[in-house]
C-alpha cells in the first residue's frame, strides 16, 4: 500500500485530499494544526511533528496556506504594505514548506517514484500579473515557486526519481476564497480529485515546474 502525508489536513482542501487519497488506496498520515498543534511556521514544531509519523511516503502534499492572516487583508495598494503582515505571508506561505521539505526529505523513497507537492497560486505568477495589488500573497507564492523549484534540482541529485511542485488548485469553495472569489468556485472534493490527477500524471523530468489543476504548466 501506498503512504501519503498530507501537511494542513484540517483546511477545506487538506481535509478533501485526504479522504480522496484515502478512496485511492493510499495509508494517509496527517498533520494539522488543529489536530496536532502542528506549526509550519516552526522548525523545531515540524521536525517534532514529522519525527512522530511513520514514512516512506511516495506523496507528499503540503496543503496550507493564508490570504489573510490577523487583522491584514490583501493590500489594493502598496500604501498599505505592513512589514509584519508582509513577513508573516512568507513565514506561512513560503518558508514553512519549504522546512516541510527540508525535514521530509529523509521519509521520500530513493528507489522509486515519489512525489513533494505544495500548493500555490497562479497569482503567484509574475509572468501572468496585469492586475497588481496583493503584494505579500503574491510575492510569498512567487517565493514558494523559487524555493520549490530550486530545491528539486538538488533532490533529483540523491532521488533519481523524485518530483517536487507547486500546483496551483483553481478556485476552491472553501473559507479561504469566499470573500474574493471572482468567479465560479469547484468544490474542495473536486479540487482534490484534479490535484491528484495531476499528480498521478506527473514525471521526473517535470520536477521543479509549476502547474494548475488541469496539468497545464504556469508561468514563472
Known sequence: MKRALVVGASGGIGHAL????????????????????????????????LGRVTGPFETIIVATGALEIGAFGPEKQ??????????????????????VLKHALQYMPRDRRSVFAALSARVGSIGV??????????????????????????????????????????????????KYAGHPRVSAAQA???????IEGLSPSQSGKFFDWRGAEVAW
Open 18 to 49: 485526504v479522504q480522496e487519497l484515502r478512496h485511492r488506496g493510499h495509508h494517509v498520515s496527517t498533520l494539522s494544526r488543529g489536530s496536532d498543534q502542528f506549526d509550519i511556521t516552526d522548525e523545531a514544531c515540524i521536525i517534532d511533528a
Open 78 to 99: 502598496i500604501k498599505a504594505l505592513d512589514p509584519g503582515a508582509l513577513a508573516s505571508q512568507f513565514a506561512l506561505n513560503a518558508i514553512g514548506p519549504a522546512l
Open 129 to 178: 500579473n496585469r492586475l497588481g495589488g496583493w503584494y505579500s500573497y503574491r510575492a510569498s507564492k512567487a517565493a514558494l515557486n523559487q524555493l520549490i523549484h530550486t530545491a528539486a534540482i538538488e533532490v533529483a541529485r540523491s532521488h533519481k526519481q523524485a518530483i517536487c511542485v507547486t500546483l496551483h488548485p483553481g478556485t476552491v469553495a472553501t473559507r479561504f476564497t469566499e
Open 192 to 198: 482534490a480529485s484534479n490535484l491528484l490527477w495531476v
